[in-house]
């Protein structure tokens, strides 16, 4: 009896320790239908759920993250209307990044996906296979996931992200054929999921991913030791991104990063040398001409 409980002891920590390394992911995952009325509030929760173990529960890359290594982000459905076990939504879209040597925490994407179709039968398991689209919602979240990857290797290594870069546009290929909206060249002009994975992949905009490793690894990462070089690399960042939108003017990756990062920057370049300063208000005002008024606050800390 004793050696049978040894031994159902130790399968129970072999499946918890793999369970433990099989998650990249610490992702909130939340359902919002308050726009819906008189619906069974159940279908939601159970979406909620089988969203949190799918995204959380699953190996999404072959890097081993240790516990507080895994990546931080959340991703909230808001369903807008509904028929059958059809819906649409937008989702909110948010990825965070830990600062070395911090407890401070450093957006790298906070934006809306306006555009969201799929289906959803409660009770029926998340199919979901790679190069494939078998669930729209499921190549949904997935793509999104493979894109949290990317984004997140890059700012620790010089063009890490690329093998998920590649995963996300795979999503995208397997979803042309796809009724439903998002996936396209010549949909919402050039602001859906196709053309932000074709801006990352591009190597005309190859300096949006060294924006991403000197904003993060170079600069903020840096500021512990010290905050001028810290604060340097970042402007040099922002130079690099400046090089990108010169190219072609507000293309989508561009917005979206510069949405994330706009009120950080603020407070990042408030205590610069004044020559600093100056060069960041330009550079965020040529980035954010809609935004202009909101950089102006760099100048008006001593």
Not at 59 to 77: D, G, L, P
Not at 103 to 131: I, R, W
Not at 229 to 245: M, T
Not at 252 to 263: E, L, T
């Amino acid at each position: 009896m004793m050696i049978m409980k040894k031994i159902s002891l130790f399968l129970f920590l072999i499946v918890l320790s793999f369970g433990i390394m099989a998650q990249d992911f610490q992702c909130q995952m939340s359902v919002n239908a308050t726009q819906i009325a008189g619906s069974n509030r159940n279908r939601f929760n159970t979406l909620q759920q089988d969203l949190h173990k799918f995204i959380n529960d699953r190996k999404w890359c072959q890097y081993t993250f240790k516990t507080n290594e895994r990546i931080e982000c959340a991703i909230m459905i808001n369903v807008t209307s509904m028929a059958g076990d059809t819906y649409e939504a937008t989702l909110t879209i948010q990825l965070q990044r830990p600062i070395y040597g911090t407890n401070y925490k450093s957006p790298v994407l906070n934006f809306q996906d306006k555009n969201v179709k799929f289906e959803y039968e409660e009770g029926t398991p998340l199919e979901y296979a790679e190069n494939s689209n078998l669930s729209q919602l499921t190549s949904l979240i997935a793509y999104y996931l493979n894109v949290f990857l990317a984004l997140d290797f890059d700012t620790f290594s010089l063009n890490g992200g690329s093998p998920y870069y590649d995963k996300a546009q795979a999503v995208v290929n397997a979803c042309q054929n796809a009724t439903e909206p998002g996936w396209k060249s010549y949909e919402t002009g050039q602001r859906n999921r196709y053309w932000m994975i074709e801006n990352l992949t591009n190597p005309t905009y190859g300096k949006i991913h060294d924006f991403l490793y000197k904003y993060h690894r170079l600069g903020l990462d840096m500021m512990q030791e010290s905050t001028d070089v810290g604060r340097a690399s970042v402007l040099e960042a922002i130079r690099d991104l400046q090089k990108v939108n010169s190219q072609k003017s507000n293309i989508y990756i561009v917005q979206i990063m510069v949405q994330a990062k706009a009120d950080e920057i603020v407070n990042i370049f408030k205590e610069a040398t004044p020559s600093e300063k100056t060069e960041v208000v330009r550079l965020m005002k040529q980035l954010d001409p809609s935004n202009g008024s909101k950089y102006d606050a760099i100048n008006k800390t001593n």
